[in-house]
């Protein structure tokens, strides 16, 4: 009941004159690509938002549920969400020979076990340089990390990134840091503004969360340097009033672990960010 309370919320365009989002559908996904395969490297929460984009694609968008690819995903027991996609998964889109949806997993841009896996998938695509779709973040730091300078290691890779593969375009998805005691919650967007949320999770820093939204600042205020080309889709305020959509926040509990960081993927608030880099595909 409390997970259908949750759902009953949702965000809605006010300043249509200002703001019109296109609407959910696989001809539009084809149009804004021009024959480019879409990548989607970063870590599990990029994951859950690639999760998203593909269920409200090909599934929601359509009236339908959506049946996803053997192998592309295994169902977590314990979490109403997608745990995690495989490693290198490459879905079919568009129905153009070698145009692909492609997942990678990358803790960090530049991690050995994977960074590897990432440049090799990129060799394998045929066409024009593909669409890249990155976020990271929440591994330069960690429950551990307890060194203020990781973010600027975080911050030397984004360049070093975006240096090496200046030809792309990339999307850049900001980091939605978490929630500490979400399960304390009401299921219901939060009545408080966003800036009241924001100092409650810089003042809980056990997860490293606030340094999540140090890296957040950094972006903000970099991004206007950025070539064309490059651009950012900032989900932070819009999850930052969703305690209730987190996987803990629905009671599910793994191994003792109260996950306040992922979201439950679809429906959740995880759909919006979905619908904006939908549209944010316009303009790479």
């Known amino acids: 009941p409390e997970f259908n309370a949750s759902l009953r919320w949702k965000w809605r365009v006010d300043d249509r004159e200002r703001c019109e989002l296109l609407r959910w559908h696989p001809a539009t996904l084809c149009e804004f690509l021009k024959g480019r395969s879409i990548v989607?490297?970063?870590?599990?929460?990029?994951?859950?938002?690639?999760?998203?984009?593909?269920?409200?694609?090909?599934?929601?968008s359509q009236g339908?549920?959506?049946?996803?690819?053997?192998?592309?995903?295994?169902?977590?027991?314990?979490?109403?969400?997608f745990e995690k996609l495989w490693d290198n998964v490459t879905i079919p889109v568009c129905g153009l020979p070698g145009q692909a949806l492609h997942v990678i997993r990358g803790d960090t841009l530049f991690e050995n076990n994977t960074y590897p896996?990432?440049?090799r998938m990129l060799g394998r695509i045929s066409g024009p340089p593909p669409v890249m779709v990155v976020g990271v973040g929440a591994h330069y730091f960690g429950v551990?990390?307890?060194?203020?300078?990781?973010?600027?290691i975080a911050v030397d890779e984004f360049a070093e990134f975006r240096k090496l593969y200046h030809r792309h375009p990339i999307i850049w998805i900001t980091q939605s840091a978490g929630h500490p005691h979400c399960d304390k919650f009401a299921p219901r967007p939060l009545d408080s503004s966003p800036g009241v949320m924001e100092d409650y999770v810089r003042n809980?820093?056990?997860?490293?969360?606030?340094?999540?939204?140090?890296?957040?600042d950094f972006v903000l205020k970099d991004h206007v340097n950025w070539a064309a080309h490059h651009i950012l889709v900032d989900q932070f305020p819009l999850l930052l009033l969703r305690p209730d959509?987190?996987?803990?926040?629905?009671?599910?509990?793994?191994?003792?672990?109260?996950?306040c960081l992922h979201f439950c993927v679809s429906p959740?608030?995880?759909?919006?960010?979905?619908?904006?880099?939908?549209?944010a595909l316009r303009f790479v």
Do not use: C
């Not at 989607?40 to 929601?60: E, K, P, R």
């Open 144 to 152: 551990a990390a307890k060194n203020i300078s990781k973010i600027s």
């Open 64 to 81: 339908r549920i959506v049946r996803l690819p053997k192998k592309a995903l295994y169902w977590h027991p314990h979490a109403p969400h």
């Open 204 to 216: 809980n820093t056990m997860y490293g969360w606030d340094r999540l939204i140090a890296l957040r």
């Open 245 to 259: 959509m987190h996987v803990m926040s629905r009671g599910y509990r793994h191994k003792d672990i109260m996950d």
């Open 117 to 119: 896996t990432f440049k």
């Open 268 to 279: 959740s608030p995880l759909d919006v960010t979905a619908e904006l880099l939908l549209n």
């Open 40 to 60: 989607f490297y970063g870590d599990s929460l990029l994951q859950d938002i690639a999760v998203a984009f593909y269920v409200n694609l090909y599934g929601a």
